[in-house]
């Protein structure tokens, strides 16, 4: 069992930044592939970005790639999301995820999640 925390969301002007971090309890969180997601109102839920467990392997959507960061410190069992230049769309409830080897972009191959942290950018 993981549970997973995430922290850092908050209001931020366009342009600025902001980092996101995600907790995780349980021992073999460095064995797990953490991802981030984001959901605006009324929109499903889409992919941001994630770190497979093993090597530098990270993944981004096109929509974010260039501006966010994703990282992790397995020693502290954290998840990072640095997140720069932010834009009014990237507002939104930004969640984090684990899971043992999911397809990266598919929420629901994900194991476990957190309980979301809101982002709002304004322009």
């Known amino acids: 069992q993981v549970q997973l925390v995430e922290s850092g969301g908050g209001l931020v002007q366009a342009g600025g930044s902001l980092r996101l971090s995600c907790a995780a309890s349980g021992r073999t969180f460095s064995s797990y592939t953490m991802g981030w997601f984001r959901q605006a109102p009324g929109k499903e839920r889409e992919f941001v970005a994630a770190?497979?467990?093993?090597?530098?392997?990270?993944y981004y959507a096109d929509s974010v790639k260039g501006r966010f960061t994703i990282s992790r410190d397995n020693a502290k069992n954290t998840a990072y999301l640095q997140m720069n230049s932010l834009k009014p769309e990237d507002t939104a409830v930004y969640y984090c995820?684990?899971?043992?080897?999911?397809?990266?972009?598919?929420?629901?191959?994900?194991?476990?999640w957190g309980q979301g942290t809101q982002v709002t950018v304004s322009s």
């Open positions: 770190s497979r467990w093993s090597g530098p392997s990270t």
């Open positions: 995820a684990a899971g043992s080897y999911p397809r990266v972009g598919v929420p629901a191959e994900y194991d476990y």
